[in-house]
């Protein structure tokens, strides 16, 4: 049976690896978010944090660009209201709060215990788009950076993050160190099940993990 870590969880997990998940914080009360927030800065992202909730969209779990303190108040006391109504069971560790982030392309970076080959990396266009396309392509781990560079490159969307029709390019560089370090998470840490990183925003100069999910043996 698969169990999952929450998003805060999760991207402390990542964090030991140097896998770039930006700025975050757990506000256990509606006092805590405002000084996390006003500490940041706005516009911010709000989002319910729980083992038990694992699509906070689904739950009605999600903030995006909060704009003040009134807005805090008001948001945290309505994602965990939503919360409990998702499912009256869940244990509610608090709201993760971060900065909002720039638009860029969105990939996603997965990973899974595969039955016959062991630790599996996976890697495509992410968002939405990930559903629609299916774009994406398996290696297996550990990888070495040249291969991460290549899997990178054997989307049908590569061109997207190179510079297509005037977009900027993105890093893929730190993006190849984002696979590499995912491979080893996943092959170094066997009762992890599966790892979901979407999306992993990309812009010219970095790569940031937005949302996380770890599931693992029970």
């Not at 550990?142 to 977009?167: D, H, V």
């Not at 790892?195 to 925003?201: A, E, R």
Request: aromatic share 8%.
């Amino acid at each position: 049976m698969t169990a999952f870590y929450n998003e805060y969880k999760s991207k402390n997990i990542l964090k030991e690896y140097g896998i770039p998940t930006g700025e975050y914080a757990l506000a256990k009360s509606k006092e805590e978010a405002v000084e996390i927030a006003e500490a940041y800065g706005y516009p911010l992202v709000m989002k319910i944090v729980s083992d038990q909730i694992i699509h906070k969209t689904e739950a009605k779990g999600i903030k995006l660009n909060v704009a003040n303190k009134e807005e805090v108040e008001i948001y945290f006391d309505e994602i965990i209201q939503n919360g409990k109504e998702y499912n009256n069971e869940a244990v509610i560790d608090g709201i993760i709060i971060s900065p909002m982030v720039a638009k860029g392309v969105e990939v996603i970076v997965g990973g899974l215990q595969d039955v016959q080959f062991g630790p599996v990396i996976m890697f495509g266009l992410g968002g939405v788009f990930v559903e629609i396309f299916k774009d994406v392509e398996f290696r297996m781990a550990p990888l070495t950076k040249q291969e991460a560079i290549a899997l990178i490159s054997s989307i049908k969307a590569y061109p997207m993050l190179t510079g297509f029709r005037g977009m900027e390019p993105v890093n893929i560089e730190a993006l190849a160190d984002v696979l590499v370090q995912t491979g080893n998470l996943i092959n170094e840490n066997r009762k992890i099940k599966e790892i979901d990183l979407n999306p992993v925003i990309c812009f010219e100069n970095k790569v940031q993990v937005l949302d996380a999910s770890i599931g693992f043996k029970e």
